[in-house]
Protein backbone atom coordinates (compact mmCIF):
# COMPACT_ATOMS: atom_id res chain seq x y z
CA UNK A 1 0.00 0.00 0.00
CA UNK A 2 2.80 2.37 0.95
CA UNK A 3 4.42 1.43 -2.48
CA UNK A 4 1.74 2.60 -4.36
CA UNK A 5 1.07 5.63 -2.89
CA UNK A 6 4.81 6.41 -3.52
CA UNK A 7 4.43 5.26 -6.70
CA UNK A 8 1.03 7.78 -7.41
CA UNK A 9 3.26 10.89 -6.10
CA UNK A 10 5.77 10.37 -8.43
CA UNK A 11 3.16 10.38 -11.19
CA UNK A 12 1.49 13.26 -9.97
CA UNK A 13 4.81 14.95 -9.40
CA UNK A 14 5.76 14.39 -13.00
CA UNK A 15 1.89 15.17 -14.45
CA UNK A 16 2.04 19.12 -15.85
CA UNK A 17 -1.54 18.87 -15.22
CA UNK A 18 -0.91 18.81 -11.53
CA UNK A 19 1.70 21.43 -11.55
CA UNK A 20 -1.05 24.07 -12.87
CA UNK A 21 -3.24 23.64 -9.67
CA UNK A 22 -1.42 25.49 -7.46
CA UNK A 23 -2.09 29.50 -8.53
CA UNK A 24 -5.58 28.50 -8.99
CA UNK A 25 -6.17 27.06 -5.65
CA UNK A 26 -3.65 30.08 -4.38
CA UNK A 27 -6.47 32.53 -5.91
CA UNK A 28 -9.26 30.23 -4.77
CA UNK A 29 -8.36 30.75 -0.80
CA UNK A 30 -7.91 34.36 -1.25
CA UNK A 31 -11.29 34.77 -2.65
CA UNK A 32 -12.80 32.48 -0.02
CA UNK A 33 -11.01 34.10 2.58
CA UNK A 34 -12.49 37.85 1.43
CA UNK A 35 -16.07 36.23 0.92
CA UNK A 36 -15.57 34.71 4.27
CA UNK A 37 -14.63 38.20 5.67
CA UNK A 38 -17.57 40.14 4.11
CA UNK A 39 -20.05 36.98 5.57
CA UNK A 40 -19.24 38.33 9.14
CA UNK A 41 -21.75 40.30 9.91
CA UNK A 42 -25.02 38.28 8.79
CA UNK A 43 -27.25 36.54 11.49
CA UNK A 44 -25.65 32.95 11.00
CA UNK A 45 -22.02 34.19 11.60
CA UNK A 46 -22.47 36.41 14.18
CA UNK A 47 -23.91 36.47 18.21
CA UNK A 48 -25.26 38.16 20.79
CA UNK A 49 -23.12 39.28 23.29
CA UNK A 50 -23.54 37.59 26.75
CA UNK A 51 -21.88 38.04 30.14
CA UNK A 52 -20.16 34.85 30.84
CA UNK A 53 -19.02 35.61 34.63
CA UNK A 54 -22.28 35.20 36.88
CA UNK A 55 -20.76 37.20 39.50
CA UNK A 56 -20.59 40.75 37.70
CA UNK A 57 -24.43 40.74 38.17
CA UNK A 58 -24.68 44.28 36.29
CA UNK A 59 -28.47 43.86 36.46
CA UNK A 60 -28.80 44.16 40.36
CA UNK A 61 -26.30 46.91 40.99
CA UNK A 62 -27.65 49.74 42.87
CA UNK A 63 -26.48 53.36 42.39
CA UNK A 64 -26.89 56.05 44.66
CA UNK A 65 -24.41 58.72 42.80
CA UNK A 66 -26.48 62.18 42.42
CA UNK A 67 -28.57 64.42 44.41
CA UNK A 68 -25.93 66.63 46.83
CA UNK A 69 -22.90 65.52 44.36
CA UNK A 70 -24.43 67.72 41.93
CA UNK A 71 -23.39 70.53 43.53
CA UNK A 72 -20.06 68.76 44.34
CA UNK A 73 -19.07 68.63 40.94
CA UNK A 74 -19.98 72.17 39.56
CA UNK A 75 -17.81 73.13 42.51
CA UNK A 76 -14.96 71.20 41.61
CA UNK A 77 -15.73 72.01 38.19
CA UNK A 78 -15.18 75.48 38.94
CA UNK A 79 -12.19 75.18 40.85
CA UNK A 80 -10.64 73.01 37.91
CA UNK A 81 -11.63 76.21 35.15
CA UNK A 82 -9.77 78.89 37.29
CA UNK A 83 -6.59 77.11 36.75
CA UNK A 84 -7.38 75.65 33.38
CA UNK A 85 -5.19 77.61 31.64
CA UNK A 86 -2.23 77.81 34.34
CA UNK A 87 0.95 75.70 34.21
CA UNK A 88 1.22 71.72 35.08
CA UNK A 89 2.59 72.59 38.91
CA UNK A 90 -0.58 75.10 39.48
CA UNK A 91 -2.70 72.07 37.86
CA UNK A 92 -1.32 69.20 40.52
CA UNK A 93 -1.64 71.54 43.39
CA UNK A 94 -5.28 71.87 42.82
CA UNK A 95 -6.03 68.40 42.08
CA UNK A 96 -3.96 67.28 45.11
CA UNK A 97 -5.64 69.96 47.28
CA UNK A 98 -9.15 68.64 46.64
CA UNK A 99 -7.89 65.21 47.09
CA UNK A 100 -6.44 65.72 50.55
CA UNK A 101 -8.92 68.13 51.60
CA UNK A 102 -11.38 64.42 51.17
CA UNK A 103 -8.61 62.54 53.58
CA UNK A 104 -7.25 60.48 51.00
CA UNK A 105 -3.68 59.54 50.33
CA UNK A 106 -1.94 61.72 47.36
CA UNK A 107 0.77 61.26 46.18
CA UNK A 108 2.50 62.49 42.31
CA UNK A 109 4.91 60.73 39.72
CA UNK A 110 6.97 62.83 37.15
CA UNK A 111 7.64 61.29 33.60
CA UNK A 112 9.75 62.09 30.69
CA UNK A 113 9.79 60.38 27.40
CA UNK A 114 11.89 61.00 24.35
CA UNK A 115 10.59 60.12 20.71
CA UNK A 116 12.25 61.25 17.45
CA UNK A 117 13.67 63.93 19.10
CA UNK A 118 10.56 65.24 21.20
CA UNK A 119 10.27 65.29 24.80
CA UNK A 120 6.94 63.93 26.64
CA UNK A 121 6.90 65.14 30.07
CA UNK A 122 4.45 65.96 32.64
CA UNK A 123 3.12 64.75 36.30
CA UNK A 124 0.81 62.10 37.42
CA UNK A 125 -1.34 62.86 40.36
CA UNK A 126 -2.34 59.49 41.98
CA UNK A 127 -4.52 58.24 45.20
CA UNK A 128 -5.32 55.27 46.55
CA UNK A 129 -8.96 54.65 48.25
CA UNK A 130 -8.41 52.15 51.10
CA UNK A 131 -11.26 49.42 51.67
CA UNK A 132 -11.96 49.55 55.58
CA UNK A 133 -12.80 45.41 54.81
CA UNK A 134 -10.64 44.98 51.96
CA UNK A 135 -7.57 42.95 52.55
CA UNK A 136 -5.65 45.32 50.05
CA UNK A 137 -4.78 41.97 47.26
CA UNK A 138 -7.03 43.52 44.30
CA UNK A 139 -7.62 46.87 43.07
CA UNK A 140 -9.95 48.77 40.38
CA UNK A 141 -8.37 52.20 38.93
CA UNK A 142 -10.61 54.89 37.47
CA UNK A 143 -8.66 57.15 35.28
CA UNK A 144 -9.17 60.74 33.90
CA UNK A 145 -6.77 62.82 31.40
CA UNK A 146 -6.61 66.42 31.48
CA UNK A 147 -6.16 66.34 27.78
CA UNK A 148 -8.26 63.41 25.86
CA UNK A 149 -6.49 61.33 23.23
CA UNK A 150 -7.64 64.04 20.87
CA UNK A 151 -5.80 66.70 22.40
CA UNK A 152 -8.97 67.95 23.75
CA UNK A 153 -10.05 69.44 27.05
CA UNK A 154 -11.54 67.18 29.53
CA UNK A 155 -11.54 69.72 32.26
CA UNK A 156 -15.24 68.13 33.04
CA UNK A 157 -14.40 64.70 33.12
CA UNK A 158 -11.45 65.17 35.51
CA UNK A 159 -14.08 66.77 37.84
CA UNK A 160 -16.37 63.82 37.57
CA UNK A 161 -14.09 61.40 38.23
CA UNK A 162 -12.70 63.60 41.92
CA UNK A 163 -16.85 63.63 42.58
CA UNK A 164 -16.56 60.41 42.01
CA UNK A 165 -12.96 59.80 44.19
CA UNK A 166 -15.05 61.58 47.03
CA UNK A 167 -18.20 59.79 46.71
CA UNK A 168 -16.64 55.92 46.36
CA UNK A 169 -14.95 56.35 49.93
CA UNK A 170 -18.19 54.87 50.97
CA UNK A 171 -17.49 51.48 49.41
CA UNK A 172 -15.79 49.07 51.23
CA UNK A 173 -14.57 46.05 49.61
CA UNK A 174 -12.17 46.94 47.07
CA UNK A 175 -9.06 49.37 46.72
CA UNK A 176 -10.02 51.99 44.37
CA UNK A 177 -6.66 53.78 42.50
CA UNK A 178 -8.15 57.16 41.13
CA UNK A 179 -5.62 58.71 38.55
CA UNK A 180 -5.33 62.21 37.04
CA UNK A 181 -2.87 62.43 34.17
CA UNK A 182 -1.34 65.77 32.40
CA UNK A 183 -2.62 63.76 28.56
CA UNK A 184 -3.95 60.45 27.30
CA UNK A 185 -1.00 58.93 25.97
CA UNK A 186 2.41 59.46 27.74
CA UNK A 187 1.00 59.47 31.67
CA UNK A 188 -1.06 56.32 31.59
CA UNK A 189 1.96 54.51 30.41
CA UNK A 190 4.60 55.95 32.84
CA UNK A 191 1.91 55.19 35.71
CA UNK A 192 0.89 51.57 34.68
CA UNK A 193 5.02 50.58 33.90
CA UNK A 194 5.91 52.22 37.45
CA UNK A 195 3.26 49.99 38.96
CA UNK A 196 4.62 47.07 37.47
CA UNK A 197 8.13 48.24 38.05
CA UNK A 198 8.96 48.17 34.25
CA UNK A 199 9.05 51.77 34.00
CA UNK A 200 12.46 53.23 32.67
CA UNK A 201 15.30 55.66 34.38
CA UNK A 202 13.47 58.62 33.52
CA UNK A 203 10.29 57.58 35.05
CA UNK A 204 9.94 57.99 38.95
CA UNK A 205 9.25 55.10 41.27
CA UNK A 206 5.40 55.49 42.72
CA UNK A 207 5.49 55.70 46.20
CA UNK A 208 1.59 54.39 46.54
CA UNK A 209 0.30 50.92 45.12
CA UNK A 210 -2.21 48.78 45.77
CA UNK A 211 -2.96 44.59 45.08
CA UNK A 212 -3.41 43.26 41.46
CA UNK A 213 -5.31 45.92 39.15
CA UNK A 214 -8.85 44.07 38.33
CA UNK A 215 -9.66 46.56 35.90
CA UNK A 216 -9.60 50.10 34.45
CA UNK A 217 -12.14 52.21 33.64
CA UNK A 218 -11.25 55.89 31.82
CA UNK A 219 -13.83 59.42 31.89
CA UNK A 220 -13.79 61.40 29.01
CA UNK A 221 -16.66 64.31 29.24
CA UNK A 222 -15.29 66.70 26.89
CA UNK A 223 -17.94 69.51 26.96
CA UNK A 224 -19.96 71.12 29.63
CA UNK A 225 -23.60 70.58 28.03
CA UNK A 226 -26.15 67.26 28.10
CA UNK A 227 -25.03 64.51 26.38
CA UNK A 228 -27.12 61.26 24.20
CA UNK A 229 -24.46 58.33 23.70
CA UNK A 230 -21.78 57.08 25.84
CA UNK A 231 -19.07 55.51 23.31
CA UNK A 232 -17.03 52.71 24.23
CA UNK A 233 -13.30 52.68 23.49
CA UNK A 234 -11.69 49.19 24.04
CA UNK A 235 -9.23 48.88 21.58
CA UNK A 236 -5.25 48.33 22.98
CA UNK A 237 -1.72 48.50 22.10
CA UNK A 238 -0.45 45.87 19.64
CA UNK A 239 -4.03 45.06 18.74
CA UNK A 240 -5.26 43.16 22.37
CA UNK A 241 -8.54 43.71 23.53
CA UNK A 242 -9.93 43.46 27.03
CA UNK A 243 -12.32 40.65 27.75
CA UNK A 244 -15.93 41.19 26.82
CA UNK A 245 -17.44 40.73 29.58
CA UNK A 246 -15.97 44.12 30.39
CA UNK A 247 -17.72 45.58 27.76
CA UNK A 248 -20.62 43.93 27.87
CA UNK A 249 -21.00 45.29 31.35
CA UNK A 250 -20.53 48.71 30.54
CA UNK A 251 -23.01 48.37 27.87
CA UNK A 252 -25.57 46.24 29.91
CA UNK A 253 -25.61 48.99 32.95
CA UNK A 254 -25.67 52.49 30.47
CA UNK A 255 -27.98 51.17 28.15
CA UNK A 256 -30.27 48.64 30.66
CA UNK A 257 -30.34 50.34 33.84
CA UNK A 258 -29.25 53.96 32.49
CA UNK A 259 -31.08 53.99 29.51
CA UNK A 260 -28.44 55.72 28.09
CA UNK A 261 -27.34 54.73 24.33
CA UNK A 262 -23.74 53.41 23.98
CA UNK A 263 -21.63 53.22 20.67
CA UNK A 264 -18.70 52.07 19.37
CA UNK A 265 -15.67 52.90 16.42
CA UNK A 266 -17.82 56.44 16.26
CA UNK A 267 -21.30 54.75 14.79
CA UNK A 268 -23.46 56.70 16.39
CA UNK A 269 -26.38 56.55 13.78
CA UNK A 270 -26.08 52.39 13.84
CA UNK A 271 -29.39 51.05 11.88
CA UNK A 272 -28.58 47.36 12.65
CA UNK A 273 -28.01 46.83 8.70
CA UNK A 274 -25.99 44.67 7.25
CA UNK A 275 -24.04 47.39 6.31
CA UNK A 276 -23.45 49.68 9.08
CA UNK A 277 -22.18 46.14 10.55
CA UNK A 278 -19.69 45.45 8.00
CA UNK A 279 -18.25 49.42 8.01
CA UNK A 280 -18.26 48.97 12.24
CA UNK A 281 -16.36 45.97 11.94
CA UNK A 282 -13.94 47.05 9.32
CA UNK A 283 -13.23 50.26 11.72
CA UNK A 284 -12.89 48.21 14.78
CA UNK A 285 -10.29 45.89 12.37
CA UNK A 286 -8.23 49.29 11.16
CA UNK A 287 -7.58 49.88 14.66
CA UNK A 288 -6.20 46.64 16.02
CA UNK A 289 -4.41 46.01 13.06
CA UNK A 290 -3.33 49.95 14.32
CA UNK A 291 -2.13 48.83 17.29
CA UNK A 292 -2.16 52.54 18.73
CA UNK A 293 -3.93 53.69 21.55
CA UNK A 294 -8.24 55.03 21.01
CA UNK A 295 -8.02 56.46 25.17
CA UNK A 296 -6.17 56.22 28.29
CA UNK A 297 -7.14 52.46 28.57
CA UNK A 298 -5.13 51.23 26.04
CA UNK A 299 -1.79 50.59 27.97
CA UNK A 300 -3.63 48.94 30.93
CA UNK A 301 -3.89 46.02 28.30
CA UNK A 302 -0.91 44.98 27.55
CA UNK A 303 -0.46 44.34 31.55
CA UNK A 304 -3.32 41.98 31.42
CA UNK A 305 -5.63 44.30 33.17
CA UNK A 306 -9.62 44.83 31.67
CA UNK A 307 -9.89 48.26 30.48
CA UNK A 308 -11.81 50.59 28.65
CA UNK A 309 -12.75 54.03 27.97
CA UNK A 310 -16.28 56.05 28.25
CA UNK A 311 -16.91 59.47 26.03
CA UNK A 312 -19.26 61.45 26.53
CA UNK A 313 -20.89 62.28 22.66
CA UNK A 314 -23.71 64.07 21.14
CA UNK A 315 -26.04 66.29 22.20
CA UNK A 316 -29.01 64.99 24.41
CA UNK A 317 -30.88 65.15 28.07
CA UNK A 318 -28.42 63.14 30.03
CA UNK A 319 -26.09 64.93 32.53
CA UNK A 320 -22.74 64.32 34.51
CA UNK A 321 -25.07 62.75 37.39
CA UNK A 322 -25.85 59.83 34.39
CA UNK A 323 -22.51 59.22 33.68
CA UNK A 324 -21.58 59.31 37.40
CA UNK A 325 -24.18 56.76 38.18
CA UNK A 326 -22.69 54.63 35.32
CA UNK A 327 -19.38 54.33 36.01
CA UNK A 328 -20.71 53.93 39.71
CA UNK A 329 -22.77 50.72 38.46
CA UNK A 330 -19.68 49.03 36.72
CA UNK A 331 -17.47 49.70 39.59
CA UNK A 332 -19.98 47.90 41.79
CA UNK A 333 -20.24 44.82 39.50
CA UNK A 334 -16.01 44.80 39.22
CA UNK A 335 -16.31 45.07 42.93
CA UNK A 336 -18.35 41.80 43.13
CA UNK A 337 -15.60 39.73 40.92
CA UNK A 338 -13.77 36.95 42.99
CA UNK A 339 -10.81 36.49 40.45
CA UNK A 340 -9.54 38.36 37.42
CA UNK A 341 -11.94 37.96 34.09
CA UNK A 342 -11.42 35.05 32.45
CA UNK A 343 -14.55 33.50 31.33
CA UNK A 344 -15.31 35.63 28.25
CA UNK A 345 -13.56 36.06 24.95
CA UNK A 346 -9.92 37.77 24.45
CA UNK A 347 -10.02 38.05 20.65
CA UNK A 348 -13.41 38.86 19.28
CA UNK A 349 -14.62 41.40 16.49
CA UNK A 350 -17.36 43.79 17.68
CA UNK A 351 -19.98 44.58 15.16
CA UNK A 352 -22.44 46.65 16.85
CA UNK A 353 -22.47 47.76 20.83
CA UNK A 354 -24.39 43.95 21.08
CA UNK A 355 -23.63 41.78 18.37
CA UNK A 356 -19.43 39.84 17.78
CA UNK A 357 -18.11 37.46 16.18
CA UNK A 358 -15.97 35.04 18.36
CA UNK A 359 -12.18 33.97 16.95
CA UNK A 360 -13.28 30.50 16.24
CA UNK A 361 -15.62 32.17 13.62
CA UNK A 362 -13.41 34.96 11.80
CA UNK A 363 -9.92 33.26 12.15
CA UNK A 364 -9.83 30.77 9.00
CA UNK A 365 -10.61 34.08 6.82
CA UNK A 366 -7.20 34.91 7.78
CA UNK A 367 -5.75 31.50 7.66
CA UNK A 368 -7.01 31.08 3.89
CA UNK A 369 -5.17 33.79 2.76
CA UNK A 370 -1.55 33.13 4.35
CA UNK A 371 -2.28 29.36 3.42
CA UNK A 372 -2.46 30.67 -0.70
CA UNK A 373 1.72 31.68 0.02
CA UNK A 374 2.58 28.49 1.47
CA UNK A 375 0.80 26.36 -1.38
CA UNK A 376 2.68 28.38 -3.82
CA UNK A 377 5.65 28.22 -2.07
CA UNK A 378 5.64 24.28 -2.07
CA UNK A 379 4.22 24.09 -5.04
CA UNK A 380 7.42 26.41 -6.74
CA UNK A 381 9.90 24.07 -4.37
CA UNK A 382 8.36 20.82 -6.13
CA UNK A 383 8.97 22.79 -9.75
CA UNK A 384 12.67 23.52 -8.86
CA UNK A 385 14.06 20.13 -8.41
CA UNK A 386 11.98 18.82 -11.58
CA UNK A 387 13.98 17.84 -14.19
CA UNK A 388 12.40 20.16 -16.57
CA UNK A 389 13.20 23.34 -14.51
CA UNK A 390 16.92 23.64 -16.01
CA UNK A 391 19.87 23.64 -13.72
CA UNK A 392 21.76 27.14 -12.94
CA UNK A 393 24.87 25.17 -14.50
CA UNK A 394 25.43 24.06 -18.26
CA UNK A 395 25.47 20.82 -18.26
CA UNK A 396 28.35 18.11 -20.22
CA UNK A 397 26.78 16.15 -23.00
CA UNK A 398 25.71 13.01 -22.37
CA UNK A 399 26.97 9.84 -23.86
CA UNK A 400 24.48 9.58 -26.19
CA UNK A 401 24.82 13.22 -27.47
CA UNK A 402 28.28 12.22 -28.03
CA UNK A 403 27.71 9.17 -29.66
CA UNK A 404 25.48 11.01 -32.12
CA UNK A 405 28.04 13.15 -33.42
CA UNK A 406 30.40 10.66 -33.52
CA UNK A 407 32.56 11.34 -30.51
CA UNK A 408 34.57 9.26 -28.70
CA UNK A 409 32.97 7.99 -25.61
CA UNK A 410 36.61 6.39 -23.41
CA UNK A 411 39.09 8.88 -24.26
CA UNK A 412 41.50 9.67 -22.08
CA UNK A 413 42.36 13.36 -21.00
CA UNK A 414 46.21 14.22 -20.50
CA UNK A 415 46.20 16.33 -17.28
CA UNK A 416 46.70 19.16 -19.30
CA UNK A 417 43.44 18.43 -21.14
CA UNK A 418 41.10 18.02 -18.25
CA UNK A 419 39.49 21.74 -17.91
CA UNK A 420 39.87 23.53 -14.56
CA UNK A 421 37.29 22.91 -11.76
CA UNK A 422 35.28 25.77 -11.49
CA UNK A 423 32.62 25.08 -8.67
CA UNK A 424 29.42 26.84 -8.42
CA UNK A 425 27.30 27.35 -5.40
CA UNK A 426 24.55 25.47 -4.68
CA UNK A 427 20.96 27.49 -6.17
CA UNK A 428 19.41 26.64 -2.67
CA UNK A 429 22.35 28.18 -1.13
CA UNK A 430 22.47 31.25 -2.87
CA UNK A 431 18.67 31.80 -2.38
CA UNK A 432 19.15 31.27 1.53
CA UNK A 433 21.48 33.68 1.85
CA UNK A 434 19.66 36.44 -0.45
CA UNK A 435 16.99 35.81 1.24
CA UNK A 436 18.77 35.84 4.55
CA UNK A 437 20.02 39.72 3.56
CA UNK A 438 17.32 40.73 2.59
CA UNK A 439 15.44 40.05 5.88
CA UNK A 440 18.67 41.60 7.93
CA UNK A 441 18.29 45.02 5.80
CA UNK A 442 15.21 45.18 7.51
CA UNK A 443 16.92 46.51 10.87
CA UNK A 444 17.61 49.52 8.54
CA UNK A 445 13.98 50.91 8.27
CA UNK A 446 13.45 49.59 12.04
CA UNK A 447 15.87 51.92 13.67
CA UNK A 448 15.53 54.56 11.41
CA UNK A 449 11.70 55.75 11.78
CA UNK A 450 11.95 55.15 15.40
CA UNK A 451 15.12 57.41 15.90
CA UNK A 452 15.00 59.81 13.53
CA UNK A 453 13.99 63.66 14.28
CA UNK A 454 10.37 64.52 13.48
CA UNK A 455 11.36 67.07 10.49
CA UNK A 456 13.50 64.00 8.92
CA UNK A 457 10.88 61.48 8.97
CA UNK A 458 9.01 62.41 5.67
CA UNK A 459 12.23 62.71 3.84
CA UNK A 460 13.42 59.54 5.19
CA UNK A 461 10.42 57.72 4.37
CA UNK A 462 10.88 59.29 0.52
CA UNK A 463 14.27 58.32 0.61
CA UNK A 464 13.47 55.15 1.71
CA UNK A 465 11.02 54.03 -0.32
CA UNK A 466 12.88 54.97 -3.98
CA UNK A 467 15.65 52.91 -2.85
CA UNK A 468 13.11 49.82 -2.30
CA UNK A 469 12.37 50.28 -6.01
CA UNK A 470 16.00 50.92 -6.86
CA UNK A 471 17.49 47.46 -4.93
CA UNK A 472 15.55 44.90 -6.69
CA UNK A 473 16.85 45.92 -10.07
CA UNK A 474 20.51 46.19 -8.88
CA UNK A 475 20.34 42.53 -7.54
CA UNK A 476 18.79 41.10 -10.82
CA UNK A 477 20.73 43.26 -12.40
CA UNK A 478 23.95 41.50 -10.91
CA UNK A 479 22.68 38.26 -10.77
CA UNK A 480 23.85 35.57 -13.39
CA UNK A 481 21.11 35.59 -15.70
CA UNK A 482 20.92 31.98 -16.27
CA UNK A 483 19.76 31.42 -13.02
CA UNK A 484 15.81 29.81 -13.01
CA UNK A 485 16.28 27.36 -10.05
CA UNK A 486 17.68 29.69 -7.57
CA UNK A 487 15.06 32.44 -9.20
CA UNK A 488 12.22 29.90 -8.56
CA UNK A 489 13.78 29.09 -5.10
CA UNK A 490 14.30 32.29 -3.72
CA UNK A 491 10.19 33.30 -4.45
CA UNK A 492 9.61 29.66 -2.37
CA UNK A 493 11.18 30.71 0.73
CA UNK A 494 10.01 34.23 0.48
CA UNK A 495 6.66 32.81 0.22
CA UNK A 496 7.18 29.94 2.92
CA UNK A 497 8.71 33.16 5.08
CA UNK A 498 5.70 35.14 4.67
CA UNK A 499 3.21 32.37 5.31
CA UNK A 500 4.73 31.25 7.91
CA UNK A 501 4.73 34.82 10.18
CA UNK A 502 1.06 35.78 8.89
CA UNK A 503 -0.65 32.32 10.26
CA UNK A 504 1.48 32.73 13.32
CA UNK A 505 0.23 36.86 13.47
CA UNK A 506 -3.30 36.29 12.24
CA UNK A 507 -3.74 34.37 16.39
CA UNK A 508 -2.46 37.76 17.85
CA UNK A 509 -3.77 40.27 15.61
CA UNK A 510 -5.90 39.10 13.07
CA UNK A 511 -6.79 42.43 11.33
CA UNK A 512 -2.87 43.27 10.71
CA UNK A 513 -2.56 39.34 9.67
CA UNK A 514 -5.20 39.83 6.80
CA UNK A 515 -4.81 43.13 5.79
CA UNK A 516 -0.71 42.50 5.11
CA UNK A 517 -1.72 39.13 3.53
CA UNK A 518 -4.11 40.83 1.19
CA UNK A 519 -1.45 43.54 -0.02
CA UNK A 520 1.26 40.66 -0.49
CA UNK A 521 -1.29 38.77 -2.75
CA UNK A 522 0.37 39.73 -5.96
CA UNK A 523 3.77 38.24 -4.56
CA UNK A 524 2.23 34.84 -4.97
CA UNK A 525 1.39 35.48 -8.71
CA UNK A 526 4.71 36.98 -9.66
CA UNK A 527 6.40 34.92 -12.61
CA UNK A 528 8.88 32.68 -12.54
CA UNK A 529 10.77 30.89 -15.01
CA UNK A 530 8.95 27.90 -16.88
CA UNK A 531 10.07 24.15 -17.62
CA UNK A 532 13.66 24.21 -19.68
CA UNK A 533 14.18 27.48 -17.73
CA UNK A 534 12.13 29.37 -20.82
CA UNK A 535 11.72 33.23 -19.66
CA UNK A 536 8.02 33.63 -18.48
CA UNK A 537 5.49 35.52 -20.83
CA UNK A 538 5.72 39.71 -20.59
CA UNK A 539 2.23 39.75 -20.47
CA UNK A 540 2.43 38.59 -17.30
CA UNK A 541 4.99 40.77 -16.06
CA UNK A 542 3.52 43.54 -17.02
CA UNK A 543 -0.12 42.78 -15.25
CA UNK A 544 1.56 42.38 -12.08
CA UNK A 545 4.47 44.64 -12.04
CA UNK A 546 1.91 47.77 -11.58
CA UNK A 547 0.33 46.15 -8.30
CA UNK A 548 4.11 45.43 -6.97
CA UNK A 549 4.94 48.69 -7.65
CA UNK A 550 1.61 50.72 -5.49
CA UNK A 551 2.05 47.71 -3.20
CA UNK A 552 5.39 49.50 -1.63
CA UNK A 553 5.21 49.48 2.63
CA UNK A 554 6.61 53.11 1.81
CA UNK A 555 3.42 53.66 -0.83
CA UNK A 556 0.48 52.49 0.70
CA UNK A 557 0.12 54.35 3.53
CA UNK A 558 0.34 57.84 1.87
CA UNK A 559 -2.40 56.47 -1.17
CA UNK A 560 -4.35 55.21 2.33
CA UNK A 561 -4.02 59.20 3.16
CA UNK A 562 -5.10 60.12 -0.51
CA UNK A 563 -8.46 57.81 -0.26
CA UNK A 564 -9.65 58.90 3.11
CA UNK A 565 -8.74 63.08 1.38
CA UNK A 566 -6.23 63.61 4.14
CA UNK A 567 -3.47 65.10 1.92
CA UNK A 568 -1.71 64.75 -1.41
CA UNK A 569 0.72 61.62 -2.21
CA UNK A 570 3.57 63.97 -2.89
CA UNK A 571 2.31 67.11 -0.37
CA UNK A 572 4.77 67.81 2.31
CA UNK A 573 8.06 66.49 1.49
CA UNK A 574 10.69 67.14 3.88
CA UNK A 575 7.83 68.40 6.19
CA UNK A 576 5.18 67.80 8.52
CA UNK A 577 2.32 66.60 6.53
CA UNK A 578 0.09 64.29 7.16
CA UNK A 579 2.21 61.35 6.34
CA UNK A 580 4.49 63.02 8.61
CA UNK A 581 2.15 62.89 11.41
CA UNK A 582 1.74 59.50 10.74
CA UNK A 583 5.57 58.42 10.93
CA UNK A 584 5.50 60.31 14.61
CA UNK A 585 2.78 58.65 15.96
CA UNK A 586 4.54 55.47 14.81
CA UNK A 587 7.69 56.51 16.57
CA UNK A 588 5.82 57.60 19.81
CA UNK A 589 3.78 54.32 19.60
CA UNK A 590 7.14 52.29 19.29
CA UNK A 591 9.53 53.99 21.86
CA UNK A 592 6.58 54.93 24.22
CA UNK A 593 3.67 52.61 24.72
CA UNK A 594 5.97 49.40 23.40
CA UNK A 595 3.76 48.60 20.21
CA UNK A 596 6.37 46.67 18.22
CA UNK A 597 4.03 44.47 16.16
CA UNK A 598 3.11 47.27 13.73
CA UNK A 599 6.73 48.19 12.81
CA UNK A 600 8.22 45.04 12.92
CA UNK A 601 5.59 43.33 10.28
CA UNK A 602 5.89 46.05 8.06
CA UNK A 603 9.40 46.41 7.67
CA UNK A 604 10.71 42.76 9.13
CA UNK A 605 7.85 40.72 7.16
CA UNK A 606 5.90 42.66 4.51
CA UNK A 607 9.45 44.65 3.20
CA UNK A 608 11.86 42.06 2.65
CA UNK A 609 8.72 39.63 0.82
CA UNK A 610 8.11 42.86 -1.51
CA UNK A 611 11.54 43.33 -2.29
CA UNK A 612 12.19 39.62 -2.82
CA UNK A 613 9.30 39.62 -5.20
CA UNK A 614 10.67 42.64 -7.30
CA UNK A 615 13.69 40.33 -7.47
CA UNK A 616 11.89 37.53 -8.77
CA UNK A 617 10.14 40.22 -11.53
CA UNK A 618 12.67 41.70 -12.44
CA UNK A 619 15.17 38.62 -13.28
CA UNK A 620 15.84 37.63 -16.50
Given at each position: MALAFSELLVKLRGDTRVRKIPPYLSALCVLIGLAWTLLLPLNRNSRQTYISENALLPGQVHTYFGGSEQNVFRAYKQELLAVKEGSEEEISERILSI?????????????????????????????????????????????????????GSNVHGVALVLTLARYFRRMDQTYIIILLTPDSSAGPQAWIDAYHDMHSSSVQPLSLKSGALQGAVAVDLPFDHRFSTLHVSYDGINGQLPNLDLFNTAVSIASGQMGIGTSLQHMYDHNDSYRKRLETM??????????????????????????????????????????????????RSLNNLLEHFHQSFFFYLLMQTNRF??????????????????????????????????????????????????????????????????????????????????????????????????????????????FSYALPLLIASLSPPSRPRTITLTKSLSLLLLGLFLSTLATL?????????????????????????????????????PLWVITNPGVVPRLALVALGKGGFFGGVGGMDQMGKVLESMAFAWNVWGARVPGTVVWAVWWPAWVLGGVVLWSG
Amino acid sequence: MALAFSELLVKLRGDTRVRKIPPYLSALCVLIGLAWTLLLPLNRNSRQTYISENALLPGQVHTYFGGSEQNVFRAYKQELLAVKEGSEEEISERILSILRVNGLKTATQKFEYESAGKIYGGENVYSVLHAPRGDGTEAIVLVAAWKNIDGGSNVHGVALVLTLARYFRRMDQTYIIILLTPDSSAGPQAWIDAYHDMHSSSVQPLSLKSGALQGAVAVDLPFDHRFSTLHVSYDGINGQLPNLDLFNTAVSIASGQMGIGTSLQHMYDHNDSYRKRLETMLKGMANQAIGHATGPHSVFIPYHVDAITLTAVGDGWQDEMAFGRTVEGLFRSLNNLLEHFHQSFFFYLLMQTNRFVSIGTYLPSAMLVAANFTIMAIALWVKSHSAGNGSDTVKEPNTTEKLDRNEPTETKLSSSQIPPSNPQPSPLAHALVLVLLIHLLSTIPLYLFNHLQISSLPLALNAFTLFSYALPLLIASLSPPSRPRTITLTKSLSLLLLGLFLSTLATLNFSFSLAVGLLCVPLTFIPTPGTNAQSPPTWQKLIVAPLWVITNPGVVPRLALVALGKGGFFGGVGGMDQMGKVLESMAFAWNVWGARVPGTVVWAVWWPAWVLGGVVLWSG
